[in-house]
């Protein structure tokens, strides 16, 4: 008799679809207002307005980020209306 657990066995037909950091699309655009909890409103170069929140790294080396500093905005394929801010040029 061999013995199984349940939690040893994963089944092999489910595949999941990971999105990787190179998955995302990268957008610039310029910070148009900054709202509350961290969140900034993005007016990028096409056009589109996206919210943005800091990235970690970016809050680690505290890289301050204010109305009018153009910045680098990574976005879900899936999701374009949010995003995140990966970089202050």
Known sequence: MIWLSKFSVRP?????S????NDLI???GIIAK???GGTMEIQ???N????GVLSGRMKKHRIKVMVGDRVQV???PYDTSHGLITYRF
């Not at 990971?18 to 950091?21: E, N, T």
């Not at 589109?48 to 919210?51: D, E, K, M």
């Open 44 to 46: 990028c170069d096409n």
């Open 48 to 51: 589109i307005t996206v919210r």
């Open 74 to 76: 990574s976005v879900s």
């Open 26 to 28: 990268q957008l610039e």
């Open 12 to 16: 092999l037909c489910r595949e999941r």
């Open 34 to 36: 900054v709202l509350g």
């Open 18 to 21: 990971i999105l990787s950091r």
